[in-house]
Every structure is written in C-alpha cells, then in structure tokens.
C-alpha cells in the first residue's frame, strides 16, 4: 500500500501548495504547541554591524550527512549543520510534506545563505554566522520533547559560540 | 519553528522568521514575524528571482530592527508572481 500513500501524499502536498483555503483550514485543526508568552531577546545593534544566522525548517542538509528520517510518523527531530559557504550543489532537501522542486533548483528559496552574502558583501549585513541549521520541520508526537529539551537548546547553544547577534528563521 | 525561536531567544539572541500561515503563528507566539502570502515550499519566493528573495530577507532585517512589540507580525502585503521586484 506505500505506492497509495505516497500518490495521496503527493495529491496533498500540491493540494496545500495552491489552495490556500485548504491550508488555512489545515492551520485552524492542525496541532501546534501553543504559547501563552512571546519569547522576546532584545536587538542590541544593528543589522548592519550583526552577525547574522540562519536557520530552517525546510529539512536542508548537505548530501554527504544522513537524510532526515521520513518513515516516521512523528518527524526526526535532529538537526543538521551546514557551513555557511557551502556550495549549494552540495545540499539537498529530504522533506516528504512539501513540495521542494524550486528550492531543490535553487536553495535560496528556502535557505537563503546567498542573499545574505550578498547582503554582507554590500555592507547591509555586519556579518554572517559560520554555520547555518536545518531542521526537518514536520515533528509531533514523542519528538517534541526532543526538539524542545534537547535540539533546539543545542542549536540555540552553538549558536552563541558562534557569536550570532541575530537569526533569521524559514521554514518550508 | 517557534520552538526552536523560542529556544534561541532564551540565550539572548534576538530571531525573526518568515511566515506563511498567519493563524498557526498567532498561536506559537514567536517574537517576530513576516508574513508572506506564498505557497508553501516558497519563503523566499521563487526559484532564481535574486531580487524577491532579497526583498524578502531585507524586509524580515528590517522589521528585526523595527518590531519594538513582542509578537508583530510584518506584512508586506506582495501578491504571489504578480509583485514586481525592481
């Protein structure tokens, strides 16, 4: 029965990419982990004299690392770190619940470590963080304690060895 | 991927994402926020359009420093495909 699924998952994921009604309808039921505060961490400088992080949900990673583990039902709640010069015919994208075509031509549709280059190289970004993070965002069940407890602190940890003074987060 | 803001922010670090669906964000609660009205899969918008990602990214460093009120949600109002890029 996987070919079945993988055709209704294939429907869904086109489905929810061009009806928007159907994603806002997803939204209202769909689980999350609701918050009853806003995290808030000041902006000490500006962007333009920070060094600037990024981080994903898109399930991005270099193809040389393990994929993300897609037969769970829950999510893989891992993370995989990627060096901010990588170049990006080095990455792919394992991530079932999206469609993933145009960032798979062009990883700045969901990581955008060019651009911010760019940015940097103009001088309208301080500077950029030495490693990006992706996560596989699609993570219930089980794995939430994980992402909270222990992957999310790690990253959060790498990132102020890192000396990131601000983080630009996307997701799929 | 609140969580994981959520998480960055308690060691001090000041974060802002994109966002493609508004409702889910108004219930995670992150500190910052620019919605975009795109497909899924498109955050930064399309493949090879070098100026929609980088309008994209600048307006989401600029509302980082702007947003003064924890929770703003930014919108740049851009209609999928038809916004021009200058």
Redesign the interface.
């Known amino acids: 029965m996987q070919p079945l699924r993988d055709l209704g998952n294939a429907v869904a994921?086109q489905l929810?990419?061009?009806v928007?009604w159907i994603?806002?309808q997803w939204?209202?039921r769909?689980r999350?982990?609701?918050?009853?505060?806003?995290?808030?961490?000041?902006?000490a400088k500006?962007?333009k004299e920070s060094s600037?992080a990024l981080?994903t949900?898109?399930g991005v990673h270099l193809a040389s690392d393990p994929a993300f583990d897609m037969d769970d039902a829950d999510g893989d709640p891992s993370v995989r770190e990627i060096p901010s010069d990588v170049d990006p015919r080095l990455l792919t994208i394992t991530h079932r619940y999206?469609?993933?075509r145009?960032?798979d031509?062009?990883i700045?549709?969901?990581l955008?470590l060019?651009?911010?280059r760019?940015?940097v190289d103009e001088g309208?970004?301080g500077a950029m963080a030495p490693r990006a993070f992706s996560?596989m965002?699609h993570i219930d069940g089980r794995h939430?304690a994980t992402?909270?407890e222990r992957t999310?602190?790690m990253?959060?940890?790498r990132?102020?060895a890192d000396r990131?003074?601000?983080?630009?987060?996307?997701?799929? | 991927m609140g969580l994981i803001q959520r998480a960055v922010e308690k060691v001090g670090i000041p974060t802002i994402g994109v966002t493609l669906q508004k409702e889910i964000t108004r219930r995670v609660k992150p500190p910052r926020a620019l919605f975009v009205r795109y497909p899924f899969g498109h955050p930064m918008g399309e493949a090879f359009a070098a100026r929609q990602q980088r309008a994209v990214l600048l307006a989401a460093l600029e509302a980082l420093e702007t947003i003064t009120e924890p929770g703003t949600i930014v919108e740049p109002g851009w209609a999928w495909r038809r916004h021009r890029f200058d």
């Open positions: 994921v929810f990419k061009h928007p994603g806002e939204a209202r769909h999350v982990v609701e918050a009853t505060t806003v995290p808030w961490a000041p902006v500006r962007v600037v981080v949900t898109a999206y469609d993933h145009a960032a031509r062009d700045n549709v969901v955008p060019e651009r911010l760019e940015l309208r970004v996560f965002g939430l992402l909270m999310a602190p990253v959060a940890e990132l102020r990131a003074e601000a983080v630009f987060v996307t997701p799929a």
